[in-house]
Nanobody
Framework: QVQLVESGGGTVQAGGSLKLSCEVSGRSISSDGMGWFRQAPGKEREFVAGINWNDRVISVEGTEKGRFSVSRDHEKNTVYLQIKNLSPEDTAVYYC?????????????????WGRGTQVTVSA
């Protein structure tokens, strides 16, 4: 049974940083595309950032100056989402997902396995 478990969420003040983890069991994600999505209250789920099969990072804010970065630890079968300079607009439940085809892109229908999410709350 494949399980994705997110952790690292919590309450943080605006301007702070968080590092979320997604630990996967039941399959190796070494060649999967891994994506991070979020859903704020009353809004649709949206893509935040991902990493493809070749560890290339995709981010909605760009990879050079964007606030989101994704990394993968192959030994721990875990992916991470680092978020810098958080704002109240980042408040949401953050989900990780696994795409066995390796894309790691913004298309949610490509992801076969999903975690249950971790809450991130940013106070002003």
């Amino acid at each position: 049974q494949v399980q994705l478990v997110e952790s690292g969420g919590g309450t943080v003040q605006a301007g702070g940083s968080l590092k979320l983890s997604c630990e996967v069991s039941g399959r190796s994600i070494s060649s999967d595309g891994m994506g991070w999505f979020r859903q704020a209250p009353g809004k649709e789920r949206e893509f935040v950032a991902g990493i493809n099969w070749n560890d290339r990072v995709i981010s909605v804010e760009g990879t050079e100056k964007g606030r989101f970065s994704v990394s993968r630890d192959h030994e721990k079968n875990t992916v991470y989402l680092q978020i810098k300079n958080l704002s109240p607009e980042d408040t949401a439940v953050y989900y990780c997902a696994s795409d066995p085809a390796g894309s790691g892109n913004e298309q949610p229908w490509k992801y076969l396995y999903w975690g249950r999410g971790t809450q991130v709350t940013v106070s002003a």
